[in-house]
C-alpha cells in the first residue's frame, strides 16, 4: 500500500484525508495540534510542525513515504514542495510555490514581469517602516508576508497606527517580515 503525508489535519483538511483512504492509500498526518479533527480519520498522526521543513524531511524519510499532501493550507504548501524535491517525489518547484506563498517575494516577482501590482515594500522592523512612510498615501495595507486566512492584517488610515499593525503583522510572520501595501478600492471583478 503506497503511504501519504498529509501536512495537516484540521477540519479542511478532513476531505482530502478521507478521500485518500477511500483511494487506498496509508494516511499519515502530521501537524503541531493533536487534536485536529483530521487525524482521527489517518492511519497514524505524528506531532511534527508542517511548516518545519527540516523535520518534515526527516519524518518523511523515515517513513519512506510515496507522495506528500498540503492540501487547504497555504503555509504548508513550501514545505510539500522542498521535501518533495529533496526526496524525488512528483511536486511543483520549490522556488515558484515560494513566491506564490509569500506577499513580498510574489509582489517582486510581478513587478519584475511587467504586471499591475499595488506598490509594496517589506520590513523587517517598525523602524524601517517608520523611515519610509513618505513613500506611501494613506490608507494603506499592513500585512504579514507568511501568514494565511487574513491574520494579522490591518487597513491602516492614519500614521499613528503604524506601532501598533507592524506589531500585529510580525506577530503572524513566521519569518518575521510584514509588508505595507497600497490599498486598492476593488471596481468589478478582479
Given amino acids: 500500500?503506497?503511504?501519504?503525508?498529509?501536512?495537516?489535519?484540521?477540519?479542511?483538511?478532513?476531505?482530502?484525508?478521507?478521500?485518500?483512504?477511500?483511494?487506498?492509500y496509508h494516511v499519515i498526518t502530521c501537524d503541531y495540534l493533536p487534536d485536529n479533527p483530521g487525524h482521527q480519520y489517518a492511519h497514524?498522526?505524528?506531532?511534527?510542525?508542517?511548516?518545519?521543513?527540516?523535520?518534515?524531511?526527516?519524518?518523511?524519510r523515515k517513513l519512506e513515504v510515496d507522495g506528500i499532501v498540503a492540501y487547504a493550507s497555504d503555509p504548508a504548501a513550501p514545505?510539500?514542495?522542498?521535501?518533495?524535491?529533496?526526496?524525488?517525489?512528483?511536486?511543483?518547484?520549490?522556488?515558484?510555490?515560494?513566491i506564490l506563498s509569500k506577499k513580498h517575494l510574489f509582489r517582486q516577482y510581478?513587478?519584475?514581469?511587467?504586471?499591475?501590482?499595488p506598490k509594496a515594500r517589506s520590513y523587517r522592523t517598525f523602524e524601517e517602516a517608520e523611515a519610509d512612510i513618505g513613500s506611501f498615501r494613506l490608507p494603506v495595507m499592513v500585512k504579514p508576508v507568511d501568514s494565511s486566512g487574513s491574520k494579522g492584517i490591518n487597513k491602516m488610515t492614519d500614521w499613528s497606527q503604524l506601532k501598533?499593525?507592524?506589531?500585529d503583522a510580525l506577530s503572524y510572520s513566521r519569518d518575521k517580515i510584514f509588508l505595507i501595501e497600497e490599498f486598492i478600492v476593488k471596481n468589478g471583478q478582479i
Fill in 1 to 24: 500500500m503506497k503511504k501519504i503525508l498529509m501536512l495537516g489535519g484540521s477540519i479542511y483538511q478532513t476531505y482530502a484525508i478521507k478521500a485518500a483512504r477511500e483511494m487506498g
Fill in 44 to 60: 497514524e498522526y505524528h506531532n511534527v510542525s508542517t511548516t518545519d521543513k527540516e523535520a518534515v524531511l526527516e519524518l518523511a
Fill in 79 to 98: 514545505t510539500a514542495a522542498y521535501v518533495c524535491e529533496k526526496l524525488g517525489l512528483p511536486t511543483s518547484p520549490y522556488k515558484s510555490v515560494e
Fill in 110 to 117: 510581478l513587478t519584475e514581469h511587467g504586471f499591475n501590482v
Fill in 164 to 167: 501598533v499593525f507592524a506589531e
